[in-house]
């Protein structure tokens, strides 16, 4: 391994080879992208969703050229469910089955409660929280259905335990997702399916930078131990153990990935 500031990337080995894998919100740049890489390098199959078409389909040809054969994509706007459900049933008539879904759909924003209006609150929520659920529910019907099991990994966020200005329905949305995992993991067991989930802090990406201030993210990098942020493929490999064998036991856990659980 590197050091702390330079992060050593770790090769697969083949931890979800034959698995079919469905990841929301993976056109690219972030936590989604870097795990469909990933998941790729481990053996996987991957279909690709993103409510971006283009990026979405750029992002594909990249993957493409890389691992032949074992990337598809498929956009899909996770506030629609007639598109989700077109999504999970796309991937079980492609490969035959379902293995794991990766619910990493999510938007942000900044505004304080007082000047917040109704639509920014419910875009927020519809995307961040409603948009797992939907994937959440069509990921177990799936599951449910094919009588094989399967593993569900929904992105939180470290936002959802802790107070930050401005964020009020990003946290809110955030918190739901975890209460969403826990419950879901009750409900999942009998049809031998596992639900847990990642919470990470600081990721960068593009979108990142472009709506977050600097003064914003200087202070977010000094809270974390490391002095620095996440790489999204630090949160990917995360995600690739919650979803391989290595986590075989467990189920409605929510894994701070930083410093920053409370």
């Given at each position: 391994m590197g050091d702390v500031d330079s992060p050593a990337y770790v090769p697969g080995h083949g931890l979800l080879k034959g698995r079919t894998a469905?990841?929301?919100a993976a056109a690219g740049a972030g936590i989604g992208g870097a795990t469909a890489r990933r998941f790729l390098e481990e053996g996987a199959r991957v279909l690709i969703s993103d409510a971006h078409a283009r990026r979405l389909k750029e992002y594909e040809g990249e993957l493409a050229a890389e691992?032949?054969?074992?990337?598809?994509s498929l956009p899909c706007d996770v506030t629609d469910e007639?598109?989700?459900?077109?999504?999970?049933d796309t991937a079980v008539?492609?490969?035959?089955?379902?293995?794991?879904?990766?619910?990493n759909a999510g938007l942000g924003g900044t505004s304080t409660l007082v000047d917040m209006t109704d639509e920014q609150w419910s875009r927020?929520?519809?995307?961040?929280?409603?948009?797992?659920?939907?994937?959440?529910?069509?990921?177990?019907?799936?599951?449910?259905?094919?009588?094989?099991g399967g593993v569900v990994v929904n992105?939180?966020?470290?936002?959802?335990?802790?107070?930050?200005?401005?964020?009020?329905?990003?946290?809110?949305?955030?918190?739901?997702?975890?209460?969403?995992?826990?419950?879901?993991?009750?409900?999942?067991?009998?049809?031998?399916?596992?639900?847990n989930a990642?919470?990470?802090?600081?990721?960068?990406?593009?979108?990142?930078?472009?709506?977050?201030?600097?003064?914003?993210?200087?202070?977010?990098?000094?809270?974390?131990?490391?002095?620095?942020y996440a790489e999204p493929?630090?949160?990917?490999n995360v995600i690739v153990f919650l979803a391989s064998g290595y986590s075989s036991y467990m189920t409605g856990e929510v894994v701070s990935v930083s410093n920053q659980h409370p």
């Open positions: 469905v990841i929301t691992f032949e054969g074992a990337v598809d007639s598109q989700v459900r077109a999504l999970f008539e492609a490969h035959g089955r379902l293995d794991i879904v990766v619910n927020v929520l519809d995307v961040t929280l409603n948009g797992t659920f939907r994937c959440v529910r069509a990921a177990l019907r799936a599951f449910r259905d094919s009588g094989s992105n939180a966020s470290v936002v959802g335990w802790r107070a930050q200005a401005g964020q009020a329905h990003y946290a809110a949305a955030k918190a739901g997702v975890m209460a969403l995992t826990r419950s879901a993991a009750i409900e999942a067991a009998e049809y031998g399916v596992r639900v990642v919470s990470p802090s600081l990721a960068m990406h593009p979108h990142l930078v472009k709506v977050t201030t600097p003064e914003l993210l200087a202070e977010l990098t000094a809270r974390e131990a490391f002095g620095r493929w630090e949160v990917a």
